[in-house]
Every structure is written in structure tokens, then in C-alpha cells.
């Protein structure tokens, strides 16, 4: 059974930092496009970050730019998000997702096969 679980969200002041992980069971990463998406109450899914499968491309939200950083090691079937300079506004939970990598279209979360269960994010001013 494919599966996806975050884990590292937690409370965090502004201006802290935090590292999420996306760990996979059931199969093997490889070839697999990851993108990391975020969802506050009565707002849509928002794009985050997202890594090719090979890890040498990576995209960013504007609003994540030059703080947000998503890495990968397909070794350990892990993919990782790191956050830094964190702004309330950050808050929300945070769902990493996976496909199959065709090069596009990484910020568009329907395009996305398998999703984690989510982690939440609270960033304190």
C-alpha cells in the first residue's frame, strides 16, 4: 500500500525555523515528482515547493521564496522541507504529495496521485 506521512509540524515562534519530513512506505520514490502543499480552514490548497525526481529541480511559491528550502534522499525514500524564517501566516497544515515526474506542472496539487495525512504548522507571533 502506497503510503505518505509527514511529520515535524509543530509550534514554532516567528522568525524560527522547522524541518518537515515526508517519509514513503509501500514504494519507492524514485521517479516520483514530490510537491509540498498547505491548507488553513476555508482556504483552498496552496502550493508550496516541489522537487523533481531526481532532485535537480526545484520550484517555490512566492510567498515561501528565499526561506523554504525542499530537498530529497531518495536513499532513505524521504523528502524534506525546511522553513526558515517563519511568519505567522505560514501557519497551516502542511500535506506533502507525489506523482509521477513529467517535468510540469509541479504546482498543481490535482495532478498529484498520493497525499500524506498532514502535519500542522503553527507559527506564533
Known amino acids: 500500500q502506497l503510503q505518505l506521512a509527514e511529520s515535524g509540524g509543530t509550534l514554532a515562534q516567528s522568525g524560527g525555523s522547522l524541518r518537515l519530513s515526508c517519509a514513503a512506505s509501500?514504494?519507492?520514490?524514485?521517479?516520483?515528482?514530490i510537491g509540498w502543499f498547505r491548507q488553513v480552514p476555508g482556504k483552498e490548497r496552496e502550493f508550496v515547493a516541489a522537487?523533481?525526481?531526481?532532485?535537480?529541480?526545484?520550484y517555490y511559491a512566492d510567498s515561501v521564496k528565499g526561506r523554504f528550502t525542499i530537498s530529497r534522499d531518495n536513499a532513505k525514500n524521504t523528502v524534506y522541507l525546511q522553513m526558515n524564517s517563519l511568519k505567522p501566516e505560514d501557519t497551516a497544515v502542511y500535506y506533502c504529495?507525489?506523482?509521477?515526474?513529467?517535468?510540469?506542472?509541479?504546482?498543481?496539487?490535482?495532478?498529484?496521485?498520493?497525499w500524506g495525512q498532514g502535519t500542522q504548522v503553527t507559527v506564533s507571533s
Open positions: 504529495a507525489a506523482r509521477r515526474d513529467y517535468y510540469s506542472d509541479y504546482d498543481l496539487s490535482y495532478e498529484y496521485d498520493y
Open positions: 509501500g514504494f519507492t520514490l524514485d521517479y516520483y515528482a
Open positions: 522537487i523533481s525526481w531526481s532532485g535537480g529541480s526545484t
